[in-house]
Nanobody
Framework: QLQLVESGGGLVQPGGSLSLSCAAS????????VAWFRQFPGKAREWVSC????????IYADSVKGRFTSSRDNAKNTVYLQMSSLKPEDTAVYYC??????????????????????WGKGTLVTVSS
């Protein structure tokens, strides 16, 4: 069974840091671009970042640029999202998703969800004092 599982969410104070993981099972992530999305309560999902299959290339939404960093360890079949300088407005359910790396550019996969064929169930991040 092809599956993505996020972990690492929780409660953190404003200005704090949190690291999310996205572990794949049933398939090898090394030929997939992996995207992070988030969804605020009652609002549409928005993209956060994308990382290429090799990990050499990443893109970030303006709202998180300079604060969030995506990385991956293909040997562990896992992608990470390191979040720092967290703000209350970062509170959301965070999802990872995968698309075959030939589905398109990072922009197409992240911004248009092109080729995305697997989604995790999400992990809740709450930023509050």
């Amino acid at each position: 069974q092809l599956q993505l599982v996020e972990s690492g969410g929780g409660l953190v104070q404003p200005g704090g840091s949190l690291s999310l993981s996205c572990a794949a099972s049933g398939f090898s992530l090394d030929v997939y671009t992996v995207a992070w999305f988030r969804q605020f309560p009652g609002k549409a999902r928005e993209w956060v970042s994308c990382i290429s299959s090799s990990g050499r290339f990443t893109i970030y939404a303006d709202s998180v640029k300079g604060r969030f960093t995506s990385s991956r360890d293909n040997a562990k079949n896992t992608v990470y999202l390191q979040m720092s300088s967290l703000k209350p407005e970062d509170t959301a359910v965070y999802y990872c998703a995968s698309a075959p790396h030939r589905s398109g550019t990072l922009q197409e996969i992240c911004m248009r969800e092109r080729g995305i064929d697997n989604w995790g169930k999400g992990t809740l991040v709450t930023v509050s004092s």
